[in-house]
């Protein structure tokens, strides 16, 4: 995952919304969207090549989701999956604080990513490259490939964009989808530098991501009510040979927490 957006706490119906997109190569062998055949209880999609996941969802309520941290500098060849950190948090049973104390021990042995995990009561965020654990407060937040709520272009418009529909009685998670389809490239002078050069980081600047070889995968909507309905929508896009994609299947699933 690299961006994330969530209200936290903030609406009169919903305790969670968030919506993200994945980027990611176009080679990545990946599973949609499905209840997994080995962990039943987990709602999520599949990296195929590290076995983990980018966000995930079980019928408990626990949650989570993880975006790199952009730093080609410190990149190790060894590290173990970062996908791995949102999947054990859905399979275990620690309580967030607790689960990213623990990671919070290990961090080092990764390269650098941000986590949020959740459950019924509480939502916490840590990264390995920041200054350790946060319980976080009712709010808008954006997360891309920086600390949480960097001001990169793409995370102001989001954040920006979304108050609109988050605003509203009922929220519509195809006003959700087209703030996350937006592929509008914001001036070079405002762009971060965080080692990749000028070209990428243009191509990674858009809320969207398109180029020949990696773009955005998927873009997801997980709506949590204070009633206990959770709902969570993933739309996947294939490359074409334009260097763009095109959208494919929309999945959804819903269910009550147990």
């Known amino acids: 995952m690299c961006l994330i957006f969530f209200s936290y706490n903030q609406h009169t119906d919903y305790r969670l919304i968030l919506a993200a997109n994945r980027d990611e190569y176009y080679e990545?062998?990946?599973q949609a969207l499905d209840f997994w055949d080995d962990t039943p209880h987990i709602l999520a999609g599949r990296d195929?090549?590290?076995?983990?996941?980018?966000?995930?969802?079980?019928?408990?309520?626990?949650w989570a989701a993880i975006t790199n941290f952009r730093d080609p500098a410190s990149l190790k060849a060894d590290a173990p999956s970062r996908g791995m950190?949102?999947?054990?948090?859905?399979?275990g049973e620690a309580s967030p604080e607790a689960y990213l104390e623990h990671i919070s021990s290990i961090g080092h042995r990764y390269n650098g990513f941000n986590l949020l995990v959740g459950d019924a009561s509480t939502l916490c965020y840590y990264s390995n490259r920041g200054n350790g654990i946060q319980k976080m407060n009712p709010g808008?937040?954006?997360l891309s490939n920086h600390l949480i709520d960097t001001p990169w272009p793409k995370v102001k418009k989001g954040k920006a964009d979304l108050e609109i529909p988050l605003a509203r009685k009922e929220i519509d998670f195809k006003d959700i989808f087209q703030i996350l389809e937006n592929k509008d490239h914001p001036p070079d002078e405002t762009l971060p530098d965080t080692g990749v050069g000028l070209t990428w980081e243009r191509i990674l600047s858009p809320l969207f991501v398109t180029s020949d070889i990696y773009g955005t995968r998927s873009s997801s909507v997980l709506l949590m009510e204070k009633t206990g309905k959770i709902s969570f929508?993933?739309?996947?896009?294939?490359?074409?040979?334009?260097?763009?994609a095109d959208a494919g299947e929309t999945r959804k699933f819903s269910f009550v927490v147990v």
């Open 140 to 142: 808008l937040y954006g």
């Open 233 to 244: 929508w993933e739309r996947t896009f294939i490359p074409n040979h334009h260097g763009d």
């Open 28 to 30: 990545r062998p990946t």
């Open 48 to 62: 195929l090549r590290g076995n983990g996941t980018w966000m995930g969802i079980t019928r408990t309520g626990r």
């Open 85 to 91: 950190l949102v999947s054990n948090f859905l399979i």
